[in-house]
């Protein structure tokens, strides 16, 4: 019987620590959708040399974005001290996300610059304009 009573203990606390851990599974899985598509972003344009290219980068990463916007407009409303206090079980996660996120803006000054010397280029221009709109979104 003390057995038992041990194994069921055992599994309570194993249950709620679970449970602990997937409390925040959907904000995890939408912060880390973002991370990685600011990462790739990040990488892609540092790598892009030609219009075509970042073009081409804007548009996947506004497609990426545009679908997740809901959601992260949602989440910023419901918990927005996670900017500077997140819950300890997604501390690693706000880390990584910060991280892209700055991985980002290091990529703006390189964009405007293409953007301005290739001003009568239609793709780009057109792929920056959905991607000002979409961010404006956020």
């Known amino acids: ?14 249950l709620l620590a679970g449970c602990g851990a997937a409390k925040f599974a959907e904000e995890k899985t939408l912060l880390t959708a973002v991370t ?4 790739t972003f990040t990488s892609a344009i540092n790598a892009a040399d030609a219009p075509p290219a970042i073009a081409s980068a804007l548009g996947a990463f506004t497609g990426q974005i545009e679908e997740l916007v809901p959601a992260m ?4 409303e419901e ?37 301005n010397e290739h001003a009568d280029n239609e793709e780009l221009q057109g792929a920056l304009r959905k991607f000002q709109e979409v961010m404006s979104g956020l």
Not at 1 to 14: E, K, N, P, S
Not at 73 to 76: G, N, Q, S
């Open 73 to 76: 407009k949602k989440l910023t």
């Open 36 to 39: 990685k598509a600011m990462e």
């Open 79 to 115: 918990h927005p001290e996670w900017e500077t206090d997140p819950p300890d079980e997604l501390k690693d996660t706000m880390e990584k996300f910060k991280s892209a996120a700055t991985g980002l803006q290091g990529t703006m000054p390189k964009l405007m610059q293409m953007a």
């Open 1 to 14: 019987m003390r057995t038992f009573q041990i194994l069921a203990i055992g599994l309570i606390v194993m």
